[in-house]
């Protein structure tokens, strides 16, 4: 049966427990329509220490008494002159360090040095070159220059640790596996430099190359020719600190070891 409400008075009470405000009209008759008063919802935060095992997501956020002044100095005059190590597309982090030397610890100076001594051996044995010669632990390519989607595979962070470790100072490379290019970041070890054209294909190994990173550019001695490089933005005074943790010291975020 249709209901007309042209001529229907109507009275409703709202209440709100929050703002304590009340709501009223007429009353409805010839029935009357009663609404449940109900407060707003109140979310507690989590309160949680899991962390997900091998995840490290870390959000930092400004601290309240760090100034302009602390923060560290940005990358404009820093440059990278030596010779570079070209490779190919698709270098995994098996490539990089296999997984039979996960077991060294970074953090204890010998096996940081020994991990570094297996910086990219595991490349093919179509690069007749290697990266770092026989019986050595540190090599003397300084910068690596790569193709396409550079350190996918594992996220295992010994990857850019364990070419910082052998000596590396920079890699160059036309795009990266995310997981690869956050870790570089993270752990300070090296700086993962985006280049716009294909580099690896222009470059070869033993070349002598010079990173201006302030005017985003790489400079080929050996052939002449200059690189447009995409800037490092804002993951430069991070790896310039020395990784997440260093930075957000030096900044203030988090207190200092001395402390």
């Known amino acids: 049966?249709?209901?007309?409400?042209?001529?229907?008075?109507?009275?409703?009470?709202?209440?709100s427990s929050a703002s304590k405000?009340?709501?009223s009209g007429p009353s409805l008759s010839p029935h009357s329509i009663k609404v449940p008063t109900f407060s707003p919802l109140t979310?507690?935060?989590?309160?949680?220490?899991?962390?997900?095992?091998?995840?490290?997501?870390?959000?930092?956020a400004p601290h309240a008494t760090s100034t302009p002044s602390s923060i560290p100095s940005d990358t404009s005059t820093t440059t990278f002159h030596g010779l570079c190590y070209v490779v190919g597309d698709n270098i995994d982090t098996d490539q990089i360090i296999p997984a039979e030397y996960l077991t060294l610890v970074p953090s204890n100076p010998d096996e940081y040095e020994k991990l570094g001594s297996y910086a990219l051996i595991g490349l093919p044995s179509s690069y007749a070159t290697r990266f770092i010669e026989p019986n050595e632990t540190k090599t003397k390519y300084s910068i690596v220059i790569g193709g396409a989607n550079f350190g996918c595979g594992s996220s295992r962070e010994h990857a850019p640790v364990a070419l910082g470790a052998a000596g590396?100072?920079?890699v160059v490379a036309e795009s990266y596996a995310r997981i690869f290019f956050r870790n570089s970041v993270a752990t300070g070890e090296v700086y993962p430099l985006e280049s716009e054209v294909r580099i690896c294909e222009e470059c070869r190994t033993g070349d002598v190359v010079t990173i201006e990173l302030g005017e985003s550019r790489l400079i080929n001695h050996t052939t002449g020719k200059e690189y447009k490089l995409k800037p490092i933005g804002d993951a430069g005074p991070v790896i310039e600190a020395g990784g997440i943790f260093a930075y957000a010291r030096k900044t203030g975020m988090i207190p200092s070891q001395s402390k």
Request: aromatic share 8%.
């Open 1 to 15: 049966m249709a209901v007309s409400l042209s001529h229907v008075s109507y009275s409703t009470t709202f209440t």
């Open 21 to 23: 405000t009340t709501v």
């Open 43 to 60: 979310v507690k935060p989590l309160n949680s220490s899991f962390t997900p095992h091998g995840a490290r997501a870390i959000t930092i």
């Open 168 to 170: 590396a100072k920079a």
